[in-house]
């Protein structure tokens, strides 16, 4: 069974850095791509972060780039995003998510698996 576990979460100032991990397991190949998305409630599910692993580049929102980066590790099927000069907005449950082996990856795209979530709170 394929799972997908995230850790990492926590409290923290505006201004301040946190890494959440999201580590894979129960799956024989990489992964097409690997995902990190967040979501508040009452709002939609926003996508985040991309990596797509064939082409070993990232895909990033304009609302987290330059603030947020992906860093996988394909053979492990994980993969974590560091998140510097948080905002109270960047308050959410954030997700990992992923596609199967050859796969298309797109935000708009339903994943094949996700994660439980992890709560970020940013106090301002």
């Known amino acids: 069974q394929v799972q997908l576990e995230e850790s990492g979460g926590g409290s923290v100032q505006a201004g301040g850095s946190l890494r959440v991990s999201c580590a894979g397991s129960g799956y024989s190949k990489s992964f097409a791509c690997m995902a990190w998305f967040r979501q508040v409630p009452g709002k939609e599910r926003e996508g985040l972060a991309i990596?797509?692993?064939?082409?070993?580049?990232?895909w990033y929102a304009d609302s987290v780039k330059g603030r947020f980066t992906i860093s996988p590790d394909a053979a492990k099927n994980t993969a974590n995003l560091q998140m510097n000069n948080l905002k109270a907005d960047d308050t959410a449950t954030y997700y990992c998510?992923?596609?199967?082996?050859?796969?298309?990856?797109?935000?708009?795209?339903?994943?094949?698996?996700w994660g439980h979530g992890t709560q970020v709170t940013v106090s301002s």
């Open positions: 998510a992923a596609r199967d082996f050859g796969e298309s990856c797109s935000v708009y795209r339903n994943f094949d698996y």
């Open positions: 990596w797509y692993t064939a082409l070993e580049r990232a």
